[in-house]
């Protein structure tokens, strides 16, 4: 079959064109066989980054017309068929090398920020570790991630805060927060971490991540786990919650645990999300304090809620029966999770 | 001028291993890699990785020896067999602490699945993506021991000084230009070859690069010929179906539904070795029982849950590849070329005969799996013989070392040379040279081969060389040259070739994998020993030496 691609080209990762290609191709074609057949019979100087064309390896994320895709798992023949002639471009939130090809450094950068590997002082000796494979269900969908970076060209959060840590690495903290093998003494200072800046909370939920992962990774949810993870281990004391109500002013204290407590709080006693109480609890008093001109123009462009509104749900008692099942549900799935089998499976 | 003590070349899991043994050793050790290292090929790894643990059953090391004896057809080196089989228990719980996620039996210890050729449940899994699972695991490993990685530099070349390698000359691939890496000790581990083959489950990687490095330099290459036939890849890519899938209870099945393995290893049927299997499904296609130039491989009756959780993996490659849903309907599958048993003759801590050189894996040649591979047994063989190579490469560094220096003319004539690749004109573009070779050793040095089809394929390879001395670039950019690289790679793939098929003419027998319809019975009396293939002047030089052989004797192989 004949197939029509429109490839940005980027000799120098700086200016940039788009040219037309139009290959013949098997019918079987992915479309990295496509851009094979371009480089080989059309143009030589194309350059993009290839090796397993078996969706394991992680090498050819880039984007077909403006989203993640890895080029050796999109079938081509769906596309010719509907007579779609699709634009292919370098992954985003990365620097580009030379046309479909990225400097994956910073993307590197953040994987060996969250120390990707397994700390396990405890079990030092070359012995056998029994281990229920209830357990490993924690951790089957981020051990199944291939680091193409297909999540990360997505991320809306590090579109506007490049330093977020992203959901790439999030998900390879969790395949070790989760793992049982993993010290408790180093899970906590994982958790304590993830919570600094940069960290969890500063995702935006868009689930971006999860709809381009090739893998079924799922790296929000990755991210949610930690999140609990955090309110498990003690979110009062030890990451911040409740020390930035007494935080001096001007001093760095992550408000993410705070924030995700005065919805906790807030929603179990009145049904409701009290917004007056949001910024004084989540950055504490003397903090919210100096945002006092910024609500006032809030206010006066009616953004406030009334500070006299009472905030109570008209029937409480239904929020306060949702409230015991999740808590139940919670317990039930405590350390369980409910993942992706791949990797968990017992013999009969 | 950049220096190591010990300077690895391939990251995938022999290279990885042994740069952290070496640095445990305390050597100040760096990897070139052409990819950066979770991209190697290892991690293309499905099926499992064997050690005789004896959770399924009861096994042991000696039976595991001489399970991989006999597969080897006799011509695997015995002694470094029994190292294997012996230190690979300890290896896969030294991989388990390493933070490895195995699958689990009920009682939570490591789960064992069936495989070809073997006496017990050996295989350790972690579903069917096990090679996924250890490259990410050594991958973690390598930057906790913060070994530095120079990603995407193309090994050239080993330097050479007084009888010595002192390095390695590197092309880096993202910005252009040549290093010369020097290092007391040099350890290749850049995997096989498969590319040089039509029909092949290796990744486009797979160009023996480093091997051809080693051939030139004049090590000898052992045992070339015997390239391992797989006999369930995809016809559309190559791409491969684990052979844990018959581990689980699948059946292989011809045009008319018949289990045809029945006639070719009544006992082990699905189970036989591999190259049992690629000559049995070589045979049904070539006498019309083939569907569209495979066979079958029917998973149906397994049912979905198994499929779900044990097989995933092959279920979805099948799906995008193939189109097949293996829960409903059987895959075509046919043999492709698949690991090279062959490689840079070494001993069993990886030692080349060129002091300062090692290798391991599968560029390597021990000789752990002799003419036929077993399934399981390659995953084991990187990390075990990985470890023994980094081990004394490292200490032999501490010991000796003493400072000698890739020269700069060195670095200057590789940069001569790729310059002069830019400047040809008028030659064949990388992909006519390298496509024509493909097909060719597809053709004549396949499953099947005789004097005939050898020597026309040695003729063929013999004119692929001259004309791959010529093959012209579009690219003449520094910057991310990948049209560059495929000239360099073919160059490998041509070397290899001509060793490969060289090698097999020679060898007037049937062993193992390599398959003489001319000479179809195994000849201990003349052949039973190793091949040697030497660089002189360009061409290929044979030679051959002993099979050590401790406590097995030759029997009559059949499964």
Known sequence: MEVTLKI??????????????????????????ALDAVKDKRDGTLAYR????????????????????????????????????????????????????????????????????????????????????????????????IMCGCCVSECNSM??????????????????????????????????????????WDCTRCYFCNQRCPKGVDPRDAIAKLGAQTFRFGSGSEFGAKTNMFAPVGTVVEPGVAHAQVFVDSTRRGGFLDETQLVPKTIGPLAAALDVPFALRLARAGKVPNPLHKHKAKNNDEVKRLWKLLEAQAREQQGLGTNHPSLIDSHD | M????????????????????????????????????????????????NAALGNASEDSPEIHTFDTVKGSDYLGDQDAIEIMCTEAPGDIYELEHMGAVFSRFADGRIAQRPFGAAG???????????????????????????????????ALDLALDGGRCVGVLAWDIVSGGVHGISAHNTILATGGVG????????????????????????????????????????????????????????????????????????????LASRDVVSRAETKEIEE?????????????????????????????????????????????VRPGAHYHMGGVDTDSDGQTLLPGLYAAGECACVSVHGA???????????????????????????????????????????????????????????????????????????????????????????????????????????????????????????????????????????????????????????WMKHTLAWYDGGKVRLDYKPVTVTRFEPMVRSY
């Open chain 1, 50 to 145: 290839k090796s397993c064309r078996m969706a394991v390896c992680g090498s050819c994320g880039m984007r077909m017309d403006g989203g993640a895709v890895l080029a050796c798992k999109t079938a081509m023949k769906p596309l010719v068929e509907a007579g779609h002639v699709p634009t292919i471009s370098p992954m985003g939130n990365l620097p580009v090398i030379k046309d479909l090809v990225v400097d994956m450094e910073p993307f590197w950068a953040k994987i060996r920020a969250v120390k990707p590997f397994l700390q396990t002082e405890a079990h030092p000796a070359k012995e056998h570790l029994v281990e229920a494979q209830v357990q490993q269900a924690n951790i089957g969908k981020e051990a199944l991630c």
């Open chain 2, 120 to 154: 017990s449940p050996r295989t350790v899994y972690s579903a069917d993506i096990t090679g996924h699972v250890l490259i990410h695991v050594l991958y973690e490993q390598l930057l906790k021991y913060e070994v530095p990685v120079y990603e995407e530099f193309f």
């Open chain 1, 8 to 33: 940005r080209r980027s000799p120098d990762g700086a200016s940039h064109t788009t040219e037309t290609y139009t290959v013949e191709v098997p019918e079987t074609a992915t479309l990295l066989d």
């Open chain 1, 159 to 200: 579109e506007s805060d490049p330093d977020f840590l992203g959901p790439a690495a999030l998900a390879k903290a969790q395949r070790f927060v989760g793992d049982q093998r993993e010290d408790d003494v180093a899970r906590r200072s994982r958790l304590k971490d993830l919570n600094g800046a940069h960290g969890i």
């Open chain 2, 372 to 526: 036929n591979r077993l399934g399981g047994n390659s995953l084991m063989e990187t990390i075990t013989f990985g470890r023994r190579s980094g081990a004394h490469a490292g200490a032999e560094a501490l010991a000796n070392r003493n400072g000698a220096l890739v020269a700069a003319s060195a670095v200057r004539d590789a940069d001569s040379r790729i310059r002069a690749i830019f400047g040809r004109a008028g030659g064949q573009r990388p992909w006519q040279v390298r496509e024509e070779l493909a097909t060719s050793m597809y053709d004549d040095a396949g499953v099947f081969r005789n004097q005939e089809r050898l020597e026309r394929c040695l003729t063929a390879v013999g004119d692929l060389r001259e004309r791959g001395r010529d093959v012209v670039v579009d690219d003449t950019g520094d910057r991310f040259n990948t049209d560059l690289v495929s000239v360099l790679e073919l160059e490998s793939m041509l070397e290899m070739a001509d060793c490969l098929v060289t090698g097999a003419l020679a060898r007037q027998e049937s062993r193992g994998a390599h398959t003489r319809l001319d000479h179809p019975e195994r000849d201990d009396e003349r």
């Open chain 2, 195 to 270: 590319r040089m083959y039509y029909g092949t489950t290796n990744a486009y990687a797979c160009t023996g690069d480093g091997m051809s490095m080693a051939w030139r330099a004049g090590v000898p290459l052992k045992d070339m010929e015997f390239m391992q036939f797989h006999p369930t890849t995809l016809k559309s890519n190559g791409v491969l179906i684990t052979e844990g899938c018959r581990g689980e209870g699948a059946y292989l099945r011809n045009s008319n539904g018949d289990r045809f393995m029945a006639i070719a290893a009544p006992n082990a049927m699905e």
């Open chain 2, 2 to 49: 950049l220096r190591h003590d010990v300077v690895v070349v391939g990251a995938g899991l022999a290279g990885m291993r042994a740069a952290i043994e070496a640095k445990r050793a305390g050597a100040d050790v760096a990897i070139i890699s052409k990819l950066h290292p979770t991209r190697s090929h290892s991690g293309s790894a499905e099926g499992g990785i």
């Open chain 2, 288 to 332: 019309g029982r083939g569907v569209d130039g495979c066979v079958l491989l029917d998973l149906t009756h397994l049912g979905a849950k198994k499929i779900l959780t044990r097989l995933p993996g092959s279920r979805e490659l099948a799906m995008d590849y193939a189109g097949v849903d293996p829960i409903l309907e059987p895959i075509p």
